[in-house]
Structure formats: C-alpha cells, structure tokens
C-alpha cells in the first residue's frame, strides 16, 4: 500500500516535503496537491515511472504531458517562448493554468507530443506543490488525476487511496482539493487557443 504523508496546505512541514521528493527522486508515483486539483506526479528522467503514470490514466502518446514548474526561469529551459507568450505567462502564473508550448531540446523525447513536439508547462501557487518542486531542485512531471471512466478528478482521500493505494507510492493528504482541473491554453502558434476550460478564466484569452 502507497505510503500516506498528511502535510499542512498552508505551512508545509520540511521534513515531510522532503520525504517526498525522495520518492519522487528514487522513481516513485505519487499523488500530490495543487491549486486546482489532486494530481499524479513522477520525477521527469524516469521512464519506469512515466509508464505507470500512463497505465494509472489509460492515456495514449498523443496525451500532452505536463513539466510543473517553480517558475518562468525553469519553463524557458524546456520550452520556446517568444515575447508575446512570456508576456502571458508572467501575468497569469502562478496559477491554474497549464500552457502548451513547443519544447527544446531539454525535454525528453518520450515527454513530448510525438508529432508536435510540445509540451505542457504549469506553475502552481498551492504551498505543498511549490515546496515540493524547490525540494527536488527540477520540475516534476505531472497530470490531473482523472481515472480512465469518471468525469472528474478524485478529490476525496478516501477515494484517492482505495482507488490508487496499490498503484502509486506515496499519497499526500492536504486537506480539499478541487474538482476543476487547469484551464489549458496552446501558445504553439502565436494567438492563445483554449484548448480545455477549467478552474482558470478563460477569458483573457478569447
């Protein structure tokens, strides 16, 4: 059964962070807060764990993965940003938006969509995911927890860890979480596209 962290949403507790960042840092699946929903995350180098993140969603090669960020520093060493698309990312992260982008050559090809070469890019603003991600020292990889036939990201622990107890390694307890996943916004061509509307306002970009 996944080990079960219980770490305070507004004052994360170090010595549990670092707990798991380690699983995350010695190739383990884990489940982990953000500022819209609960999530699935595994370190970005570990094609073992990418797998059974993939098997956990039933998601296919042309799902966008998504690199979570500490901030716009880290997203311009795995994506292309021009002027006009880092101008948007300053003023709306951290928060719950994730942009697609083209990535560079720092992002694993298995990472990438395989005939876009994109990659999603999303900078939180829950304490427990930003302590997290300064922790591990690089972004982590990361999709909203969704099981392949529900409608809805699992947002109640109790859910979570029947659900996943024997899937995953590690299960952070944060108190609640939404059920509205990251609006997604493609910046590949230029003029933002909304690709999925989520918790994140929409309207800036239409």
């Not at 690199?67 to 948007?88: F, H, M, P, Q």
């Not at 990659?119 to 982590?140: D, F, Q, T």
Request: aromatic share 4%; glycine share 6%.
């Amino acid at each position: 059964m996944a080990l079960s962290l219980e770490i305070h949403p507004v004052d994360p507790e170090p010595r549990l962070i670092k707990q798991a960042a380690e699983c995350l840092q010695q190739g383990g699946v884990i489940v982990y807060p953000t500022d819209s929903t609960y999530a699935l995350a595994c370190h970005i180098g570990d094609k073992a764990a990418l797998e059974r993140v993939r098997r956990i969603r039933k998601l296919g090669e042309k799902h966008n993965m998504t690199l979570i960020c500490s901030d716009l520093s880290a997203i311009a060493t795995y994506a292309k940003v021009s002027n006009s698309a880092y101008r948007l990312l300053k003023a709306y992260t951290p928060g719950p938006y994730t942009f697609i982008l083209a990535a560079t050559a720092e992002v694993p090809r298995r990472l990438m969509h395989p005939k876009r070469k994109t990659i999603g890019l999303r900078i939180p603003e829950h304490p427990v995911a930003k302590a997290l991600l300064e922790a591990v020292g690089e972004p982590i990889l990361s999709t909203s927890l969704i099981l392949p036939d529900d409608d809805q990201p699992l947002s109640e622990i109790y859910d979570i860890e029947e659900k996943l107890g024997k899937l995953v390694d590690l299960i952070i307890e944060s108190g609640a979480c939404g059920i509205e996943p990251s609006t997604v916004i493609d910046l590949v061509d230029g003029a933002p596209v909304v690709v999925r509307v989520g918790k994140g306002d929409p309207a800036p970009f239409t």
